[in-house]
Antibody, heavy 122, light 106 residues
Framework: EVQLLESGGALVQPGGSLRLSCAASGFTFSTSAMNWVRQAPGKGLEWVSVIYSGGRTTFFADSVQGRFTLSRDDSKNTLYLQMNSLRAEDTAIYYCAKDGYGGNGLYYFDYWGQGTLVTVSS | EIAMTQSPATLSVSPGERATLSCRASQSVSSNLAWYQQKPGQAPRLLIYGASTRATGIPARFSGSGSGTEFTLTISSLQSEDFAVYYC????????FGGGTKVELK
């Protein structure tokens, strides 16, 4: 059974930093592209970032480009999202999502975690 | 950026009725279109990819159609567990989601 378990969400002040983690199991993590998708309270879904298999290629939404970084540790089957210079508009539930097609590219998401809440407020 | 527009915003349906949800892209996305279902307090669940292919375990009452800029998700006979918000997502050029359609009890 595929499982994705996010952690690290918290209340943080504007300008602060936070690192989210996503622990994966039930599939071959190392060959899968992995994504973060967020959802502001009461709003729709917004794709945030992707990391391809191998970990050398990442892409980000314009809204977080230059502030967020994404990495993976295939030995631990874990994905990490480092969020810096946080703003109020980054407040959202952050979902870890597995790419449904393969290890490289931007496609659809066949498995999602339950999400972790990030609140940016003073 | 390709914009995705879903209509209607809210759809009121009785159990057993047919529900038809629309998704329009601002430019052609070919068949690179997925549909998700999200219930309150839960993560989204993949229903359809490739515009018309049901994901693993998705009941046959869910069907997707369309290509280019116009897409439809049809729920042939609505069950109580189908009341939820539905999102479309294009993956032709980067990734963008529609604003969602809430299917509620009439």
């Amino acid at each position: 059974e595929v499982q994705l378990l996010e952690s690290g969400g918290a209340l943080v002040q504007p300008g602060g930093s936070l690192r989210l983690s996503c622990a994966a199991s039930g599939f071959t993590f190392s060959t899968s592209a992995m994504n973060w998708v967020r959802q502001a309270p009461g709003k729709g879904l917004e794709w945030v970032s992707v990391i391809y298999s191998g970990g050398r290629t990442t892409f980000f939404a314009d809204s977080v480009q230059g502030r967020f970084t994404l990495s993976r540790d295939d030995s631990k089957n874990t994905l990490y999202l480092q969020m810096n210079s946080l703003r109020a508009e980054d407040t959202a539930i952050y979902y870890c999502a597995k790419d449904g097609y393969g290890g490289n590219g931007l496609y659809y998401f066949d498995y999602w975690g339950q999400g972790t809440l990030v609140t940016v407020s003073s | 950026e390709i914009a995705m527009t879903q209509s209607p915003a809210t759809l009121s349906v009785s159990p057993g009725e047919r529900a038809t949800l629309s998704c329009r892209a601002s430019q052609s996305v070919s068949s690179n279109l997925a549909w998700y279902q999200q219930k309150p307090g839960q993560a989204p669940r993949l229903l359809i990819y490739g515009a018309s292919t049901r994901a693993t375990g998705i009941p046959a009452r869910f069907s997707g159609s369309g290509s280019g800029t116009e897409f439809t998700l049809t729920i042939s006979s609505l069950q109580s567990e189908d009341f939820a918000v539905y999102y479309c997502q294009q993956y032709y050029n980067w990734l963008t989601f529609g604003g969602g359609t809430k299917v509620e009890l009439k």
